[in-house]
């Protein structure tokens, strides 16, 4: 059975820092695209930041630019989103997306950050900032 676990989420101050982490079982970790998606309450779900397979390419959306860092460590099976400067407006449940890819070619955009590019979902984790 393939497991995807986000964990880190918590209710912090604006201003604030949190650290996601997920791990995926069932999937070798070397071979997976990966991605960060919130969704707040009446809102679509969206693409937060992506990275590639080996880790080269990654993509954020503006509104978290400068702010959010994805990272991956392969030797840990590990995908972490450093969220600082939190803003109230980053409240939303945050879930960790992976995918079997079979060439580590891969240009990641806004136009590959994208629901339907993953396949493998966690069960989310919740992020609320307060004002």
């Known amino acids: 059975q393939v497991q995807v676990v986000e964990s880190g989420g918590g209710l912090v101050q604006a201003g604030g820092s949190l650290r996601l982490s997920c791990t995926v079982s069932?999937?070798?970790?070397?071979?997976?695209?990966l991605g960060w998606f919130r969704q707040a309450p009446g809102k679509e779900r969206e693409g937060v930041s992506c990275?590639?397979?080996?880790?080269?390419?990654?993509y954020y959306v503006d509104s978290v630019q400068g702010r959010f860092t994805i990272s991956r460590d392969n030797a840990k099976n590990t995908l972490t989103l450093q969220m600082n400067s939190l803003k109230p407006e980053d409240t939303a449940m945050y879930y960790c997306?992976?995918?079997?890819?079979?060439?580590?070619?891969?240009?990641?955009?806004?136009?590959?950050?994208?629901?339907?590019?993953?396949?493998?979902w966690g069960q989310g984790t919740q992020v609320t900032v307060s004002s």
């Open positions: 997306a992976a995918d079997r890819r079979y060439s580590d070619l891969e240009y990641v955009s806004r136009m590959t950050c994208v629901e339907r590019s993953f396949t493998h």
């Open positions: 069932g999937l070798p970790f070397d071979y997976l695209a």
């Open positions: 990275i590639n397979v080996i880790g080269t390419g990654t």
